[in-house]
Nanobody
Framework: QVQLVESGGGSAQPGGSLSLSCSASGSIARFNFMGWYRQAPGKQRELVASINSGGGTNYVDSVKGRFTISRDNAKNTVSLQMNSLVPEDTAVYYC?????????WGQGTQVTVSS
């Protein structure tokens, strides 16, 4: 059974930075897609950033130029560096990993951006 554990959430002021990390039980090389989703209160869960097995990345427009996703196959982690945070980034952030057969989710970590 795959387990994904997020860490690094917390509070930041507007303009600040936070870094999220997702550690997987076992090798992440088997995942052809890994991503970070977020869900704000009253809103649908949205894909924020993704990275494929070849290292290709995609970002939702609202975070382009501010967030960076990366994966370290040796450490079995995928990270999300979040800079220039704005209050609209406030949400629960979820790590996601997918093979061709199924998707796996972490438990989520809260990110709050406020002054």
């Amino acid at each position: 059974q795959v387990q994904l554990v997020e860490s690094g959430g917390g509070s930041a002021q507007p303009g600040g930075s936070l870094s999220l990390s997702c550690s997987a039980s076992g090798s992440i090389a088997r995942f052809n897609f890994m991503g970070w989703y977020r869900q704000a209160p009253g809103k649908q869960r949205e894909l924020v950033a993704s990275i494929n097995s070849g290292g290709g990345t995609n970002y939702v427009d609202s975070v382009k130029g501010r967030f960076t996703i990366s994966r370290d196959n040796a450490k079995n982690t995928v990270s999300l560096q979040m800079n220039s945070l704005v209050p609209e980034d406030t949400a629960v952030y979820y790590c996601n990993a997918e093979t061709v057969f199924r998707a796996y989710w972490g438990q989520g970590t809260q990110v709050t951006v406020s002054s």
